[in-house]
């Protein structure tokens, strides 16, 4: 048994990168399994961070590392 591990998205978020939900600054950039990606600010994170599991997304969220 072997497991599949998701690749990792390491693009850096940048000020130009905005909240598909409400347009403010990136803070969470989500990879999902078939291809597409989803950007989020903090808030809007949280908000579908259960769904985002759901759908086994790869989360990417710098300010989590620089903590
Ligand atoms: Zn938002």
Known sequence: MS???SPLISMPLTAADRC???GAA???RAGLPGGG???FC???YN???ARLAD???SVYSPDD???
């Open 20 to 22: 598909d939900r409400c």
């Open 42 to 44: 903090r808030h809007h």
């Open 3 to 5: 497991d599949v591990v």
């Open 65 to 67: 590392e620089l903590v």
């Open 26 to 28: 990136a803070r969470v």
């Open 47 to 49: 908000a579908h961070e």
């Open 55 to 57: 759908l086994g997304a």
């Open 37 to 39: 990606e989803l950007l």
